[in-house]
């Protein structure tokens, strides 16, 4: 079982990459915009590659899934860019390639867009337990229903 620093360490290693790669296309992401993309990133990489690429867990939030080393990380910027300069951490030229698909995929959503995909789908649902849309939530979603709730949306493609 991964600590909370090598937890941290690679979901640091994933906005950072997500981060720098927008960056290149032109667009700084906010943090909302970041932790969805981070979401989607993880959850599309355990169907795709049957493996995370976090181990860290995503809280659910009112604005969606959250992984919570990441937003004290950068929640002075609350909804602003993010405009520190940070440098593009070296993956695997898979990793890189599914983050750049990633980024293709979502990354021409707005923030709100991906928030709300979040908001309808079954991994944020189950996590929420009925607590309104609202409310305050700390609860962690399930990385067993992620992968199966995507899994079943890749079948359905």
């Known amino acids: 079982m991964a600590t909370w620093q090598q937890k941290q360490e690679a979901s640091g290693k994933l906005a950072d990459f997500l981060l720098c790669k927008c960056r290149d296309y032109g667009e700084l992401l906010t943090p909302l915009k970041l932790q969805k993309l981070m979401f989607y990133a993880d959850a599309w990489h355990m169907v795709v590659k049957d493996a995370e690429l976090t181990p860290e867990e995503f809280q659910a939030w009112v604005h969606g899934p959250v992984a919570l080393s990441q ?25 890189a390639d599914f983050l750049e698909d990633i980024i293709d995929v979502f990354g021409s959503e707005p923030a709100v867009a ?7 789908e079954r991994p944020w649902i189950e996590a929420r ?29």
């Open 114 to 120: 991906l928030e709300m995909m979040t908001h309808q």
């Open 71 to 95: 937003y004290h990380r950068f929640k002075e910027y609350k909804w602003r860019p993010i405009t520190e300069d940070i440098e593009q951490p070296e993956l695997d030229g898979d990793t």
């Open 129 to 157: 337990r009925g607590i309104p849309d609202d409310e305050p939530c700390n609860n962690y979603i399930s990385k067993v229903t992620t992968k199966q709730f995507y899994g079943e949306v890749a079948e359905q493609d």
